[in-house]
């Protein structure tokens, strides 16, 4: 990167190159915005919080809705002007989006200077170098899943998770590690498997190399991240098959890394060796995030989900049977094409008979390049969309309400984040106690008083309350123990 181009401003003045990033969507954005960050940090730029401030302003995106979408265009419209007063400063489109839209996001706004898709992200200073100095925009995407054989379509997705950088990551003590990208299912509403290219797993030996760097920097919690990550499988060149279990089971014997979790898991491939693990190695989170969909044979069909109702009820009673303790959360989509009445009222059974700890409910959204789209009308009308969402999560809060209040009384270990959502001040002006917020093993989410000088410990709780969402606390003083030390700035929990 020349210093001389990214020293100016369009002033003229000499400083560090300012950045901006706005990341929606999941967490595995969240990570991709982490890593480009480190990139661009490690080349002299910094991070700043106003936009107006920034040399250069990034959007990590998401298509998985449309409203996801909507947001972007809003913003990049907004930041016409500010291009028109300082042409200097960079504006770029990165993630799912940049993968999908491609030419559309530069014939919708010509102002944007690079758009990258999530294979391509390590690529991203070469590029902002590039449009800065050719005054062009730049676009780097990686091959349709059409566009070749399947190892060059592959090989077009680079790996991208070579730098952590903890002052990059909202929690000092929890982070995410991702060990396959891509996703192989096909499912009829769903645009990853064309943004995020084809299904990889990550070498093991790299997976446990980077979560010892991440706890050397002071890290004591990880969650493991894959489109559907219990598809994990990798073979080493000396043979061995490696799945999930296997890697939980090797990551587990790192010393000082107190808790490990995964998301999303795909029901199909819930084996037992895996249920074993959750169930035997105390490190790894009594939670399972295994999306249903939908509670309809003809749904599960239309969506090509690849599992049938009763194998799906199957799963669960193993998961019930092996780690009775565990709490599953389940994603729901209502108003797919198609879906009657009938069809939604099979949902809401699924969803009482499962008990899950909470659901997350949308609504269907047609997205362009998917065989739902292509295949079916979207023929759900919108406000019938709305009353399903409303009900099946009048539903599902009932059951976490009636559920959570068995928890009363009950002391659990927290990782003590920081500060709950409801607290707006400034931490290091409050000289006594505060809502703080930590999760249980079962991931539920629990807030208590507290001072805080207990970010990042491990401290024992007794909960005395229980909401639909929430278990409220008190701290067990006789019982707090220590994570790796920290001199970052506080996080708050959003």
């Given at each position: 990167?020349?210093?001389?181009?990214m020293s100016?401003?369009s002033?003229?003045?000499?400083?560090?190159?300012?950045l901006?990033?706005?990341?929606?969507?999941c967490?595995?954005n969240?990570?991709?915005s982490?890593?480009?960050?480190?990139?661009l940090?490690?080349?002299g730029?910094?991070?700043?919080?106003?936009?107006?401030?920034?040399?250069t302003?990034?959007?990590?995106?998401?298509?998985?809705?449309?409203?996801?979408e909507?947001?972007?265009?809003s913003?990049?419209?907004?930041?016409?002007?500010?291009?028109k007063k300082?042409?200097n400063?960079?504006?770029?489109v990165?993630?799912?989006?940049?993968?999908?839209?491609?030419?559309e996001?530069l014939?919708?706004a010509?102002?944007?200077?690079?758009v990258?898709?999530p294979?391509?992200?390590?690529?991203?200073p070469e590029l902002?170098?590039?449009?800065r100095?050719?005054?062009?925009?730049?676009?780097?995407?990686?091959?349709a899943?059409?566009?070749?054989?399947?190892?060059?379509?592959?090989d077009?997705?680079e790996?991208?998770?070579?730098?952590?950088?903890?002052?990059m990551?909202?929690?000092?003590y929890?982070?995410?590690v991702r060990?396959m990208?891509?996703?192989?299912k096909?499912c009829?509403?769903?645009v990853?498997?064309a943004?995020?290219?084809?299904?990889?797993?990550?070498?093991?030996a790299?997976?446990?190399?980077?979560?010892?760097?991440?706890?050397?920097?002071?890290?004591?919690?990880?969650?493991?991240?894959?489109?559907t990550?219990n598809?994990?499988?990798?073979?080493?060149?000396?043979?061995?098959?490696?799945?999930l279990?296997?890697?939980?089971?090797e990551l587990?014997?790192?010393?000082?890394?107190?808790?490990?979790?995964f998301?999303?898991s795909f029901p199909?491939?819930?084996?037992?060796?895996?249920?074993?693990?959750?169930?035997?190695?105390?490190?790894v989170?009594?939670?399972?995030?295994?999306?249903a969909?939908?509670?309809?044979?003809e749904?599960?069909?239309?969506?090509?989900?690849?599992?049938?109702?009763?194998?799906?009820?199957?799963?669960m009673?193993?998961?019930?049977?092996?780690?009775?303790?565990c709490?599953?959360?389940?994603d729901f989509?209502?108003?797919?094409?198609?879906?009657?009445?009938?069809?939604f009222?099979k949902?809401i059974e699924?969803?009482?008979?499962s008990r899950?700890?909470?659901?997350?409910?949308?609504?269907y959204?047609?997205r362009?390049?998917?065989?739902?789209f292509?295949l079916?009308?979207?023929d759900?009308?919108?406000?019938v969309?709305?009353?399903r969402?409303?009900?099946l999560?009048?539903?599902?809060?009932?059951?976490?309400?009636?559920?959570?209040?068995?928890f009363?009384?009950?002391?659990?270990?927290?990782?003590?984040e920081g500060?709950?959502?409801s607290?707006?001040?400034?931490?290091s002006?409050?000289?006594?106690?505060v809502q703080?917020?930590?999760?249980?093993?079962?991931d539920?989410?629990?807030?208590?008083?507290?001072?805080?000088?207990?970010?990042?410990?491990?401290s024992?709780?007794r909960v005395?309350?229980?909401?639909?969402?929430?278990?409220?606390?008190?701290?067990?003083?006789?019982?707090?123990t220590?994570?790796?030390?920290s001199a970052w700035?506080l996080?708050?929990?959003?």
């Amino acid at each position: 990167m020349r210093s001389q181009d990214m020293s100016e401003t369009s002033e003229g003045t000499n400083h560090r190159p300012k950045l901006f990033v706005d990341t929606v969507g999941c967490q595995m954005n969240v990570l991709d915005s982490e890593l480009v960050i480190a990139r661009l940090r490690s080349q002299g730029y910094e991070l700043t919080d106003d936009p107006l401030a920034a040399d250069t302003i990034l959007f990590n995106t998401c298509s998985v809705r449309q409203h996801a979408e909507d947001k972007i265009y809003s913003a990049l419209g907004r930041f016409k002007s500010l291009k028109k007063k300082r042409p200097n400063v960079a504006i770029g489109v990165l993630g799912c989006m940049a993968q999908k839209d491609q030419d559309e996001i530069l014939k919708r706004a010509p102002f944007v200077d690079i758009v990258v898709g999530p294979g391509q992200l390590a690529r991203v200073p070469e590029l902002l170098e590039k449009a800065r100095s050719e005054k062009t925009p730049q676009m780097a995407v990686s091959k349709a899943r059409t566009g070749g054989t399947k190892l060059e379509v592959v090989d077009s997705f680079e790996e991208f998770d070579p730098i952590r950088e903890q002052a990059m990551r909202s929690s000092p003590y929890q982070a995410f590690v991702r060990i396959m990208m891509g996703c192989d299912k096909f499912c009829t509403y769903c645009v990853v498997p064309a943004t995020r290219g084809p299904e990889q797993s990550r070498d093991p030996a790299e997976i446990v190399e980077e979560t010892r760097l991440l706890v050397d920097q002071g890290v004591s919690e990880i969650t493991l991240l894959g489109q559907t990550v219990n598809s994990y499988k990798f073979r080493t060149g000396d043979g061995r098959q490696w799945r999930l279990s296997d890697l939980l089971t090797e990551l587990s014997d790192i010393p000082d890394l107190r808790r490990i979790k995964f998301i999303t898991s795909f029901p199909k491939d819930m084996t037992d060796d895996l249920l074993q693990a959750v169930r035997d190695l105390p490190k790894v989170f009594r939670y399972l995030h295994v999306p249903a969909q939908s509670g309809c044979d003809e749904m599960l069909r239309r969506m090509k989900r690849l599992y049938t109702v009763a194998q799906y009820d199957e799963m669960m009673a193993r998961i019930r049977e092996t780690v009775p303790d565990c709490a599953v959360s389940s994603d729901f989509i209502v108003g797919f094409c198609g879906e009657s009445e009938e069809s939604f009222e099979k949902s809401i059974e699924l969803v009482r008979r499962s008990r899950f700890k909470n659901s997350f409910i949308f609504k269907y959204s047609p997205r362009p390049g998917t065989k739902a789209f292509e295949l079916y009308a979207d023929d759900v009308p919108e406000e019938v969309k709305k009353r399903r969402n409303n009900d099946l999560l009048a539903v599902q809060s009932a059951i976490s309400q009636v559920d959570n209040q068995a928890f009363v009384g009950q002391e659990f270990e927290v990782l003590v984040e920081g500060p709950s959502k409801s607290f707006t001040g400034d931490l290091s002006a409050v000289s006594g106690p505060v809502q703080m917020a930590g999760r249980t093993m079962t991931d539920r989410i629990c807030v208590f008083e507290g001072n805080s000088r207990l970010i990042g410990t491990y401290s024992k709780v007794r909960v005395v309350s229980a909401s639909a969402v929430t278990l409220f606390a008190e701290v067990v003083t006789d019982r707090v123990t220590h994570g790796r030390p920290s001199a970052w700035t506080l996080p708050v929990i959003s």
